[in-house]
């Protein structure tokens, strides 16, 4: 006892109530008390809820009193399911542990068993692991392929636990990582592209690489070759088409593709493609005509889809009409200024597609208008309303195409020229020249004139005579370029005087002009 206070030490084995007797000077004192332990509070928290095989997982149990101050006191043991993985002593309210997730997926409950002390209650908590090992499923919506048209891609991703599963890419071709590109919305594929992409769902599981090749081809096929070539003749009956392409091609979705004769009657054909020819076979022999082959626009494509642009292409079976003749003739010189020029052809003809085209030019490429061209079986006639101009060489073309027969065979191009020249052709020398008296009995008489020159339809009245108007006979006349020679067989009399003359018509020029008027020469004989 000091200072009349007695301090006494109970041990108690259990807890419960005690009452405590206290004897002094033979005075009993009683204190009824109770022996008890204070409630204690265990929360988990996980440093990630979800995760995969490998990831470290932080347990973190907080252990408070029953007002909620931290104990510092005791021991708080983890399990995963039932398994222990050990005990960490309680510091500061806290308890920390780390746990490498191993196992299968599927939820893992974590526990956590405050063990308690002399003063707290042992208590329990939990939280729930979710072991994810299945990485997400990326897609696109675009898949490869060869399009002709940008493309827009949206990416998706699906996982069985993350409703939102990141996703990376890459368009070089190069191995997407979580340090590529974060795809955000869609992506514009205008060119050749190699897209890459990943998904990582929310425990890191990150996808197989996914790719996607896109060919964008916006050009379209253009025919590279067609047999029979545009414009060939003479064709045969049983020809089968072949048209050929720049690129690969294929039926369009709606493949219109005709083939006609001269009359615009369709021809029956099956056709097929092969890599970049497109093979056009008529169902029959083809009779005597002009076709036309016409691809529309759409009908083929490429690859890609791309639509060729319409085309058309002509060629004839059977024989072209050809010309038998051209009246002036080509290279001839006409002496009427306004011929009327006649072309003949091998069979009947008609109109073709550039018939007006048909034409008659100047030297200087000027066309004669107007000029009326008519046909008559098989003949066209070109006259014009005027003259031709003298001395100048006019050139008739027929295009390919202007003329055809009455089966739709074009004519190739054809020219032809002709001259005009409407001048007399004039003596300019007589040997011996007029009056002239000579001494020669069997002198040879020259006439020369200003051009070549020709036969005349009065040719052979040309003639010598006596002062009787007796011809000499036999007479001999020949033409040499410009000149007339004439020779008698025998001798001219002495002292008669001969007179020459050459009739109106008796000679022309190459181009027919005749005489402007008949001429007459004399000369007398006189030997010594």
């Given amino acids: 006892m000091t200072d009349s206070v007695v301090n006494a030490v109970f041990n108690a084995s259990s807890y419960g109530n005690y009452t ?26 996980l440093s990630n809820s979800t995760g995969k095989v490998g990831n470290k997982v932080v347990i973190t149990v907080d252990v408070k009193d029953e007002n909620g101050d931290p104990i510092n006191d005791g021991e708080v043991e983890f399990f995963i399911g039932n398994t222990s993985i050990g005990k960490v002593q309680v510091v500061d309210g806290k308890a920390v542990k780390e746990w490498v997730v191993d196992g299968d997926s599927g939820e893992y409950e974590i526990n956590a068993r405050y063990l308690g002390s002399e003063a707290y209650l042992p208590s329990d908590n939990y939280a729930v692991f979710l072991l994810d090992a299945v990485a997400p499923v990326p897609n696109a ?14 990416l998706t991703a699906t996982d069985n636990q993350d409703s939102s599963p990141k996703i990376y890419y890459t368009t070089d071709g190069t191995t997407p990582t979580t340090e590529s590109t974060f795809y955000k919305g869609s992506i514009s594929i205008s060119k050749t592209t190699i897209l890459k992409f990943i998904a990582v769902d929310s425990a890191g599981n990150v996808s197989p690489v996914q790719t996607e090749a896109y ?74 005509s002009l076709y036309t082959l016409c691809i529309h ?6 690859l890609a889809g791309n639509p060729v642009a319409v085309m058309s292409t002509k060629f004839s079976v059977g024989n072209p009409p050809t010309i ?59 006259t014009r309303n005027g003259y031709y101009i003298n001395g100048l060489t006019y050139t008739i073309t027929l295009p390919t195409g202007s003329i055809t027969d009455t089966a739709g065979n074009t004519i190739n191009t054809y020219t032809s020229k002709f001259k005009v020249d409407t001048t007399k052709p004039t003596i300019t020398s007589v040997n011996p020249a007029n009056n002239k008296v000579i001494n020669v009995a069997n002198k040879v008489l020259v006439i020369t004139f200003s051009e070549n020159i020709k036969a005349g339809s009065a040719f052979t009245s040309i003639k010598v005579t006596n002062p009787d108007g007796v011809s000499v006979k036999p007479l001999y006349k020949v033409i040499n370029g410009k000149t007339l020679t004439l020779t008698r067989n025998g001798y001219y009399i002495n002292g008669l005087t001969y007179t020459i003359t050459l009739p109106t018509g008796s000679i022309t020029d190459t181009a027919g002009n005749t005489l402007k008027t008949a001429f007459t020469s004399k000369f007398t004989i006189r030997k010594t």
Avoid: M, R
Wanted: net charge positive.
């Fill in 324 to 382: 038998t003749s051209t009246n002036p003739a080509n290279n001839k010189v006409i002496n009427t200024a306004n011929k009327a020029i006649v072309i003949t052809f091998s069979e009947n003809i008609k109109a073709g597609s550039v018939f007006t085209s048909i034409k008659v030019t100047n030297p200087d490429g000027v066309s004669v208008k107007p000029l009326y061209k008519v046909i008559n079986g098989k003949t066209l006639t070109l």
């Fill in 20 to 45: 405590v007797n206290a004897t002094v000077d033979n005075q009993t004192v009683s204190c009824v008390f109770e022996l008890f332990q204070v409630n204690s509070t265990t929360t988990v928290n």
């Fill in 215 to 288: 060919t964008i081809d916006t050009a379209k096929p253009t025919i590279t070759s067609i047999d029979p070539a545009n414009g060939t003749t003479k064709v045969s009956a049983s020809k089968i088409i072949k048209v050929t392409f720049s690129e690969t091609i294929k039926a369009g979705s709606n493949f219109w593709v005709d083939l006609k004769n001269s009359s615009g009657k369709a021809v029956p054909f099956n056709y097929s493609i092969s890599g970049k020819v497109l093979t056009i076979d008529p169902k029959s022999n083809l009779a005597e």
């Fill in 141 to 154: 919506d675009v898949k490869s392929g060869l399009y002709n048209t940008t493309k827009k891609v949206t």
């Fill in 297 to 302: 626009t759409g009908a083929v494509t490429d």
